[in-house]
Nanobody, 115 residues
């Protein structure tokens, strides 16, 4: 089993920045892709950004140019730097990891963008 723990969420004003972290622990074999997803109230969960073991990245159109995903393989940690935040970015952000074909989710961290 792999546990994922997110941190870094909170309340930020429009135009502000936050950095989310997600640390993986437990019986890790080899983590391949890691990613961030989000779910806003009343909406389905959506992909925000992913990064694979070769550090290839992909982003949702809505966050391109504002969010940056990165990872530290030595720490089994993935980060999401979020800049120019807008109210529509308000959501619970979830970390996801693929470890040897098994898919794991964190419990989420709330990001609220409001003045």
């Amino acid at each position: 089993q792999v546990q994922l723990v997110e941190s870094g969420g909170g309340l930020v004003q429009p135009g502000g920045s936050l950095r989310l972290s997600c640390a993986a622990s437990g019986s890790i074999f080899r983590i391949n892709a890691m990613g961030w997803y989000r779910q806003a109230p009343g909406k389905q969960r959506e992909s925000v950004a992913i990064i694979d073991s070769g550090e290839f990245t992909a982003y949702a159109d809505s966050v391109k140019g504002r969010f940056t995903i990165s990872r530290d393989n030595a720490k089994n940690t993935v980060y999401l730097q979020m800049n120019s935040l807008a109210p529509e970015d308000t959501a619970v952000y979830y970390c996801n990891a693929d470890d040897a074909g098994m898919n794991y989710w964190g419990k989420g961290t709330l990001v609220t963008v409001s003045s």
